[in-house]
T-cell receptor, first 111, second 114 residues
Framework: EDKVVQSPLSLVVHEGDTVTLNCSYE??????LLWYKQEKKAPTFLFML????IEKKSGRLSSILDKKELFSILNITATQTGDSAIYLCAVGWDSSYKLIFGSGTRLLVRP | KAGVTQTPRYLIKTRGQQVTLSCSPISGHRSVSWYQQTPGQGLQFLFEYFSETQRNKGNFPGRFSGRQFSNSRSEMNVSTLELGDSALYLC?????????????FGQGTRLTVV
């Protein structure tokens, strides 16, 4: 059965800390892995990864995919209170036209 | 550029009733996906439409249905509501498919079944 597992489920850190969020998947005919940030209701796009070993970076956030070991990590450096949110990992596979989401990691950054 | 618009934002219904939710995608986007989000299950895929055709459907009972119009606006309908249907219903719009590119989510419709 296709599935996406995220860990940890929740995380509490202090401003300035660095965090690593994990996403592992089991999908046949993998197409893409996407990260989204959900602060209130509408998730917003962070990264899309399709190739192993190529880091995607945006400011303090970065992500990388390992297609051999079937996982991805999302790193956030120098965390800020505005980073507090649920981080969602989703995977798509060929001809499915759908995404399977993990349960998310709830990150709380304390001042 | 206007974002994804979902209406209504909040809805309270009683068991046994039916409900219709609407999603207007970003102009030019032809793919609309629907997801149900609950605290216990996370985001669960309902269906995806592209140019008025349903390309995939999630593992939900037949009470859940949807359609897409020629202007790409989409509706989903839930008949014979059950308490367990209480959830946040999100729609996502993308140019072709959410697998290949950024999808833009609406603010969702919060459905409460009492």
């Amino acid at each position: 059965e296709d599935k996406v597992v995220q860990s940890p489920l929740s995380l509490v850190v202090h401003e300035g800390d660095t965090v690593t969020l994990n996403c592992s998947y089991e999908v046949t005919n993998f197409r893409s892995l996407l990260w989204y940030k959900q602060e209130k209701k509408a998730p917003t796009f962070l990264f899309m990864l399709t190739s192993s070993g190529i880091e995607k970076k945006s400011g303090r956030l970065s992500s990388i995919l390992d297609k051999k070991e079937l996982f991805s990590i999302l790193n956030i450096t120098a965390t800020q209170t505005g980073d507090s949110a649920i981080y969602l990992c989703a995977v798509g596979w060929d001809s499915s036209y759908k995404l399977i989401f993990g349960s998310g990691t709830r990150l709380l950054v304390r001042p | 550029k206007a974002g994804v618009t979902q209406t209504p934002r909040y809805l309270i219904k009683t068991r046994g009733q039916q409900v219709t939710l609407s999603c207007s995608p970003i102009s030019g986007h032809r793919s609309v996906s629907w997801y149900q989000q609950t605290p216990g299950q996370g985001l669960q895929f309902l269906f995806e439409y592209f140019s008025e055709t349903q390309r995939n459907k999630g593992n939900f009972p037949g009470r859940f249905s949807g359609r897409q119009f020629s202007n790409s606006r989409s509706e989903m309908n839930v008949s014979t509501l059950e308490l367990g249907d209480s959830a946040l219903y999100l729609c996502a719009s993308s140019e072709e498919t959410a697998m290949n590119t950024e999808a833009f989510f609406g603010q969702g419709t919060r459905l409460t079944v009492v």
